[in-house]
Nanobody
Framework: QVQLVESGGGLAQAGGSLRLSCAAS????????MGWARQDPGKEREFVAA????????YYANSVRGRFTISRDNAKNTVYLQMNSLKPEDTAVYYC?????????????????WGQGTQVTVSS
């Protein structure tokens, strides 16, 4: 059974930074593409970023491109999301996700497993 556990969320000021981590277990993490999505109450879950299992390919939503960086450490079964230049509109619950498909995900429907989420709040 796949288990994804996020950490690193919290409160930040606009313009600040946070780093999210996601520890994966229960499935062969090293061969799976990984990603992040976010959801504000009352809104649909929104794709944020994805990274290939090798770490060589990444894809970002337009809303975060140039500010967020996704990375992974296969030796630690962990994926990260470095968030810089945070904006109040980045406030959401952030979810780690894992895909068993061969293509790099570009939408939330292409992920197979989800974590429980971690809250990120950005104050103006």
């Amino acid at each position: 059974q796949v288990q994804l556990v996020e950490s690193g969320g919290g409160l930040a000021q606009a313009g600040g930074s946070l780093r999210l981590s996601c520890a994966a277990s229960g499935h062969t993490f090293i061969r799976d593409n990984m990603g992040w999505a976010r959801q504000d109450p009352g809104k649909e879950r929104e794709f944020v970023a994805a990274i290939s299992w090798t770490g060589d390919s990444t894809y970002y939503a337009n809303s975060v491109r140039g500010r967020f960086t996704i990375s992974r450490d296969n030796a630690k079964n962990t994926v990260y999301l470095q968030m810089n230049s945070l904006k109040p509109e980045d406030t959401a619950v952030y979810y780690c996700a894992q895909s068993r498909g061969g293509l790099l995900p570009t939408r939330t429907s292409e992920f197979d497993y989800w974590g429980q989420g971690t809250q990120v709040t950005v104050s103006s």
